[in-house]
């Protein structure tokens, strides 16, 4: 690393590289110091958050820059792992990379012969309330044996091109958007997953987009169950045209000592200001002796709020991650990590698309 404030290069500017910008200028001691972004309207917009950086024309250039310390892509999914292994191959940083970290089998391999210091971006760790979920888990549960994440949330966003509605560029709804609860699922019940059953599909969204000559595929709806070694079990629930509930994600975990439970509300900008306040996250502790329901709010700090959708969790990766970069904290999220939430959503849409179980070996 460099002298003085941690240097990033960003490569993909788009809604989710914004949100990191915004809260890379948040974090003390670091500072965005090169970008690319293809498309001009982002890069314009990107230009505003990070008015010190160079504007890159390829990530060939971002890579000629001197001085950075690490990098971060938030580009498309379909270019994560050609964008590794460039830099792999030229200049290999240390890399924070949006999930999914890929998108298909074929890439698997790629992945794994990657020799890079990766970092996958699964912010859904980092949310206060989920952090504490994780944090109580087992202490309130004995060892937890079940689990049930529930997300009722927003159609996906558009996006440059509508990149996100097809199957071919995302990996699929149970890849794209679901691979950050198969990696809680992993952190929660310490154990790796050994069959798959899932039922899901395109119900009510983007179903009369076109793009150009090209019709949406992307999945809005399923339910997952997750078999685990320890003969712990999971499941998955997924609903993307409930954006009127009150709490986006639930998280529920029972054992023999008892129920954990979190709540996390959608993107604060979402909420209809004539309910009032946005809601809160909570986290419930239920113990089963002696009964007796105990709730924690956790109230986010308004900066936080404001730069980003995901309940402030964007800082406190980014916070972690330069802990780790300076030597002072873990490296917690691993390229092996990133590449089981990829596996296990390959899996479950194997499963839908089959309708029979997936088994991992």
Known sequence: MTAGALRYGVIGCGMMGQEHLRNIALLPGARVAAIVEPDADMAAIAATLAPGAVLCA???????????????????????????????????????????????????????????PVWVAMEYRYMPAIARFLDRIDAVTGGATMLTIREHRFPFLPKVGGWNRFNRYTGGTLVEKCCHFFDLM????????????????????HRAERY??????????????????SGARAMLELCMYAEGSRFQEDLSACGPAGRIEARVPGP????????????????????????????????????????????????????????????????????????????MGLAAQRAVETGQVAYIH
């Open 268 to 343: 604060a900008r979402f909420w209809p200001p004539a309910l009032g306040p946005s809601p809160l996250a909570e986290v419930e502790e239920s113990p089963r002796q002696p009964p007796g329901p105990q709730v924690t709010r956790l109230p986010l700090d308004p900066a936080l709020q404001a730069a980003g959708d995901h309940n402030g969790a964007t800082f406190h990766q980014h916070r972690a991650f330069a802990e780790a970069l300076r030597g002072r904290g873990p490296w917690s999220v691993s390229l092996s990590d990133g590449a089981w939430a990829v596996r």
């Open 212 to 229: 150009g000559d090209a019709v949406p595929d992307i999945w809005d709806s399923a339910y997952v169950i997750v078999d685990f070694a």
């Open 58 to 116: 390829d990530l060939a250039a971002l890579l000629d820059i001197e001085g950075l310390d690490c990098l971060l892509i938030a580009s498309p999914n379909h270019c994560h792992v050609a964008q590794l292994e460039e830099i792999a191959r030229r200049r290999p940083l240390p890399v924070m990379v949006e999930k999914p970290l890929y998108i298909s089998e074929a890439e698997a391999a790629r992945v794994a012969a990657l020799d890079l």
């Open 186 to 205: 992993r952190l929660a019940l310490k154990s790796d997953p050994v069959r798959i059953m899932a039922s899901g599909g395109q119900m009510v969204n």
